[in-house]
């Protein structure tokens, strides 16, 4: 019979450097190592897997197919991959639960490079991003001030394309806001339309016949009526008048005549890029953007108190729009004597690099006024 034998014999391996030593069992096979070389082994696989995330191999060392030595960047120690005939051995360790083994150590040494990012970006980086982040914010909300104050103008850049729609919704949503913001009504415009409802809704409701309201509480809702009809149906012909053309500047002449107004506020499109659907910014982000810049450029607001005087809407659009409800001024001028605030809407050039430019021609535009003027009215 075969003797049994537990001593230790060397690898005679003709590829091996080193001369490791393995304990046979009685079926001839690789028997379970020791302590130490396990630890040897899964501390040299862990070095040798944070090395590679962090690309200190190179590709023609880590594609060698022999003997590889690999240096344990924590403990300094050697471990060694050899591959014979009869069995695969890493300091004792089977191939296949140092695959096993390493695949562990690669998620693990994953694991913490990804907790360090994270780390790192929680941590003085993010800290001096923010502060760079505001620091831009201040300087291009002071550069808002400042065109505010000495040139009467606030640009808004979208970062995207816009719709007609949209566009329809700026001027209105201004058009709303100016009126309220130099006093030309004493509330906002949904606040009217509200209160009038409600007014309404409590005359239907009263079985018995009310006494007769005051001279002044019967003018003051006439008034307040009528500043309410037509400003609804300005809105109404303008949305009309933008679904038929192209609408790029917009004059809201208040007092005075609409040759020499006491002020002039202009809505200016003609940078706008224009999209449909999906390719297009959603109006509502637009309108934040807008309202925000307004409110920190100031453009509107002014502690003198301002009589009640009539404004006027102009819009120039194409001439052959076929527009009926808006009266074309052909031989109108933008008037050069009064100093007006603009409201400039422009699309960042480098958002729509790949759009086609499609610039209308402007000579063929013409101004269209409103028939009436709205005649604000305050309590």
């Not at 990012?117 to 001030?145: F, H, I, Y």
């Not at 940078?271 to 925000?292: E, M, V, Y």
């Not at 006024?369 to 005649?375: C, V």
Request: glycine share 6%.
């Amino acid at each position: 019979m075969a003797q049994h034998s537990d001593v230790l014999q060397p690898i005679t391996n003709s590829d091996e450097r080193e001369s490791p030593y393995v304990q046979r069992g009685d079926a001839g096979r690789a028997s379970a190592p020791s302590g130490r070389d396990i630890r040897i082994a899964e501390e040299s696989s862990v070095g040798c897997s944070l090395l590679r995330l962090c690309g200190d191999f190179d590709d023609s060392r880590s594609r060698a197919p022999s003997a590889e030595v690999h240096e344990d960047v924590r403990t300094g120690s050697v471990g060694t991959r050899s591959e014979s005939k009869n069995a695969a051995v890493v300091k004792g360790v089977p191939v296949e639960e140092h695959r096993a083994r390493n695949t562990g150590d690669k998620e693990n040494s994953s694991e913490v490079v990804q907790d360090g990012a994270e780390e790192k970006m929680s941590g003085p980086d993010s800290c001096v991003t923010a502060s760079r982040n505001n620091t831009s914010l201040e300087e291009q909300d002071a550069e808002v001030v400042r065109k505010a104050r000495e040139e009467g103008r606030v640009d808004v850049v979208f970062p995207g394309a816009v719709t007609q729609d949209g566009c329809y919704r700026f001027v209105s949503e201004i058009l709303k806001c100016v009126l309220y913001q130099r006093q030309q009504l004493p509330m906002t415009y949904e606040q009217l339309v509200y209160s009038q409802r409600q007014q309404q809704a409590a005359a239907q409701e009263r079985e018995a016949p009310t006494p007769r309201p005051s001279q002044s509480a019967d003018m003051d809702q006439r008034k307040r009526r009528q500043t309410l009809q037509e400003l609804e149906e300005v809105l109404q012909q303008l949305e009309a008048l933008f679904s038929l053309s192209r609408v790029p500047r917009v004059l809201l002449s208040m007092g005075g005549s609409v040759v020499l107004p006491k002020e002039l506020y202009e809505i200016n499109m003609e940078a706008l890029a224009l999209a449909a659907g999906a390719q297009s910014l959603p109006t509502s982000s637009c309108l934040k953007q807008l309202f925000r810049t307004l409110f920190v450029a100031d453009l509107l607001s002014d502690t003198r108190p301002v009589r009640l005087m009539p404004t006027t809407v102009l819009a120039l659009a194409h001439r052959e729009c076929g527009v009926g409800w808006f009266r074309p001024k052909l031989q109108y001028r933008v008037p050069a004597r009064v100093k007006h605030q603009m409201i400039a809407l422009s699309t960042d050039p480098g958002a729509c690099e790949g759009r086609a430019a499609d610039e209308p021609d402007w000579q063929d535009y013409v101004w269209f006024q409103a028939p009436f003027a709205i005649k604000g009215y305050c309590i």
